[in-house]
């Protein structure tokens, strides 16, 4: 089936500063976003979601932005702190209930 | 309120044996959902129970089965183990099949096959 994807495996930045992970999808008929934070030893935890009659959506410190033009999805985290770093993952609901993850994206986070 | 409980948390199995594992939902919660998730990779979905049926099938083989039970509470079965079988396995809850109100993860059983 049609997939969801990252563009960058791994980010490294530094406290404080912003961080934007990217996510391509391919399934047009995508209408629900969600992105996921996977902390090691941990199971996916809820960030934000969005839906496709929304381009932007905003959260504590998170923000995600939705291109359906060129099926493009990013999440920006503002002022990113050491409790960060994790395994970021978008994903789509295909068929009203079924998830579709991307491969992750690893955020590092210096101090 | 407590989450997704699984169990167990690790598991090491030989090739060609069967595993069962288990996942109570989170309160409130009467779907549940599984997934596979390989190491450096996202999970993978296997199955969703709804009502105590099977409602939606990922792209896995029969060798991999499961059961919801009146609690809503769940189990995933493998049957003629292969290495390959070796993963994270999630449990995801949520309220209705169409997880329109969210799904809410399990911290994994950890499968290793050798």
């Known amino acids: 089936g049609e997939s969801v994807g990252l563009h960058l495996p791994t980010l490294s930045v530094q406290e404080g500063d912003n961080s934007i992970i990217n996510c391509a999808y391919s399934n047009s008929a995508s209408d629900y976003f969600i992105w996921y934070k996977q902390e090691s030893g941990k199971g996916p935890q809820f960030i934000i979601d969005?839906?496709?009659?929304?381009d932007k959506r905003q959260g504590q410190r998170v923000t995600v932005l939705l291109n359906k033009t060129v099926k493009h999805l990013s999440l920006q985290i503002a002022a990113t702190q050491p409790g960060d770093s994790a395994v970021y993952f978008c994903?789509?609901?295909?068929?009203?209930?079924?998830?579709?993850f991307g491969a992750g994206t690893i955020l590092r986070v210096k101090s | 309120d407590a989450g997704v409980t699984q169990s167990p948390t690790h598991l090491i199995k030989t090739r060609g044996q069967q595993v069962t594992l288990r996942c109570s939902p989170k309160?409130?919660?009467?779907?549940v959902s599984w997934y596979q998730q390989a190491l450096g990779q996202g999970p993978q979905f296997i199955f969703q129970y709804y009502e105590e049926e099977e409602r939606q099938r990922g792209n896995f083989p029969d060798r991999f089965s499961g059961h919801q039970f009146p609690n809503y509470s769940s189990e995933l079965n493998v049957n003629a183990l292969l290495l390959g079988d070796s993963a994270l396995y999630l449990c995801a809850s949520s309220l209705g099949a169409g997880g329109n109100y969210g799904y809410t993860f399990g911290s994994g059983t950890r499968l290793t096959v050798v």
């Open positions: 969005i839906r496709s009659n929304m």
């Open positions: 309160s409130g919660h009467d779907t």
């Open positions: 994903a789509d609901l295909e068929y009203g209930n079924k998830l579709v």
